[in-house]
């Protein structure tokens, strides 16, 4: 890079009631030498809270790291950490996932040298592992580059991917938690800021995909996110919903050139793609639509008449041996190795490790 790594990008890492997760992020934070800072978005409180400041103040000689609390919402608490980050470029990192420092570096450099792309992300290596066996997919993502706004978000929701730990620069990841906090509820009702923030990434700028490990994401039974229902409260999710398509087709309206009608027709159609993909009940869905707007089915929208791109672009997916000479090296080793020691997080009665004390790869 040109610049100073630390200089130029600050990680946000979300937590809540999770200390044993903290603890190996730190761990595989030290050990691969982690050269950003991180912030630690916490929202915990008694004795998890205190073992979570604790961590962080011994590991504080070796990683920039600092804690922050909070007792509000995740949309909530990520806006006010991102507010404080001083840094150009700014990320997400899921306390029991491991980014890669290679992959961040990467994403950065290409943002330093493309002016006209607003995030980047590398490829995404899911792991699961139980007695039997260890599961990996490494997956990579089609970039979305396509010149008109509502482009991107439609070709995004036919192959539909999270976002969620790509670099982006900061004022735009700003914005993007801006207009979740005002127009969706993570805890009511998960699947609308899931979406809408992948939306938001997209209205706001070109995205692009590179190659290279960029983060290995863990699936596990203890992921709090996979057992969130999409919709915790379904009273709820229709007044939410409407919220949101108000708050996401005035937006669109404005950035696309589209009349009100048309970016209704782009958000509903765009949110039906990517809720049918997460496993979403279609028939909630349905009748939600049905009562916002009737005929839905009957607007036309000026991009479906002269397609500038294919309607998909598949996602490609490599399934990985252990014995891959991909594996056996650098941080993917490490982060492997982390999640091969201790699948469920560290425990609690684990003792802080050094850094050059973690595996070597």
Same mark, same amino acid.
């Given at each position: 890079?040109?610049?100073?790594?630390?200089?130029?990008?600050?990680?946000?890492?979300?937590?809540?009631?999770?200390?044993?997760?903290?603890?190996? &992020?730190?761990?595989?934070?030290?050990? %691969?030498?982690? !050269?950003?800072?991180? =912030?630690? *978005? #916490?929202?915990?409180?008694?004795?998890?809270?205190?073992?979570?400041?604790?961590?962080?103040?011994?590991?504080?000689?070796?990683?920039?790291?600092?804690?922050?609390?909070?007792?509000?919402?995740?949309?909530?608490? &990520?806006?006010?950490?991102?507010?404080? %980050?001083?840094? !150009?470029?700014?990320? =997400?990192? *899921? #306390?029991?996932?491991?980014?890669?420092?290679?992959?961040?570096?990467?994403?950065?450099?290409?943002?330093?040298?493309?002016?006209?792309?607003?995030?980047?992300?590398?490829?995404?290596?899911?792991?699961?592992?139980?007695?039997?066996?260890?599961?990996?997919?490494?997956?990579?993502?089609?970039?979305?580059?396509?010149?008109?706004?509502?482009?991107?978000?439609?070709?995004?929701?036919?192959?539909?991917?999270?976002?969620?730990?790509?670099?982006?620069?900061?004022?735009?990841?700003?914005?993007?938690?801006?207009?979740?906090?005002?127009?969706?509820?993570?805890?009511?009702?998960?699947?609308?800021?899931?979406?809408?923030?992948?939306?938001?990434?997209?209205?706001?700028?070109?995205?692009?995909?590179?190659?290279?490990?960029?983060?290995?994401?863990?699936?596990?039974?203890?992921?709090?996110?996979?057992?969130?229902?999409?919709?915790?409260?379904?009273?709820?999710?229709?007044?939410?919903?409407?919220?949101?398509?108000?708050?996401?087709?005035?937006?669109?309206?404005?950035?696309?050139?589209?009349?009100?009608?048309?970016?209704?027709?782009?958000?509903?159609?765009?949110?039906?793609?990517?809720?049918?993909?997460?496993?979403?009940?279609?028939?909630?869905?349905?009748?939600?639509?049905?009562?916002?707007?009737?005929?839905?089915?009957?607007?036309?929208?000026?991009?479906?008449?002269?397609?500038?791109?294919?309607?998909?672009?598949?996602?490609?997916?490599?399934?990985?041996?252990?014995?891959?000479?991909?594996?056996?090296?650098?941080?993917?080793?490490?982060?492997?190795?982390?999640?091969?020691?201790?699948?469920?997080?560290?425990?609690?009665?684990?003792?802080?490790?050094?850094?050059?004390?973690?595996?070597?790869?």
């Amino acid at each position: 890079m040109k610049q100073d790594p630390a200089a130029q990008l600050t990680v946000i890492v979300p937590t809540y009631r999770r200390p044993r997760f903290l603890r190996r &992020l730190l761990d595989y934070a030290e050990t %691969v030498r982690f !050269p950003f800072k991180i =912030l630690v *978005a #916490d929202s915990s409180d008694g004795d998890e809270l205190r073992q979570n400041i604790a961590r962080i103040a011994a590991c504080s000689p070796h990683l920039h790291v600092e804690h922050l609390h909070f007792t509000c919402g995740l949309m909530e608490k &990520l806006f006010c950490s991102v507010k404080g %980050v001083t840094t !150009p470029c700014c990320c =997400l990192w *899921a #306390d029991d996932d491991f980014q890669l420092p290679r992959g961040l570096i990467s994403c950065l450099e290409y943002l330093e040298d493309h002016s006209d792309y607003v995030s980047c992300m590398g490829q995404f290596m899911a792991v699961r592992r139980n007695e039997d066996c260890t599961d990996i997919l490494l997956e990579t993502f089609p970039s979305r580059g396509e010149s008109s706004t509502s482009e991107r978000i439609l070709r995004w929701s036919e192959n539909f991917y999270s976002s969620f730990y790509a670099v982006y620069r900061t004022p735009v990841l700003m914005e993007m938690l801006r207009v979740g906090v005002v127009a969706s509820c993570y805890e009511r009702c998960r699947i609308i800021p899931e979406i809408l923030m992948g939306q938001m990434a997209l209205l706001l700028g070109r995205q692009r995909m590179i190659e290279g490990v960029s983060i290995v994401y863990q699936m596990h039974a203890g992921n709090d996110s996979r057992l969130t229902p999409c919709v915790k409260d379904h009273t709820a999710f229709p007044i939410d919903y409407t919220h949101y398509r108000s708050e996401m087709a005035a937006l669109v309206s404005q950035s696309a050139g589209l009349s009100l009608s048309e970016a209704d027709w782009l958000v509903d159609r765009s949110f039906r793609n990517v809720y049918r993909w997460t496993g979403g009940r279609w028939w909630i869905f349905k009748k939600i639509i049905e009562n916002v707007r009737r005929p839905w089915r009957r607007l036309l929208l000026r991009l479906d008449a002269k397609r500038s791109a294919p309607r998909f672009t598949c996602i490609s997916k490599q399934r990985l041996q252990v014995s891959d000479v991909r594996l056996e090296s650098g941080d993917v080793a490490i982060a492997l190795a982390a999640i091969a020691r201790h699948p469920d997080g560290v425990s609690l009665s684990a003792t802080c490790r050094q850094p050059d004390e973690g595996v070597t790869g």
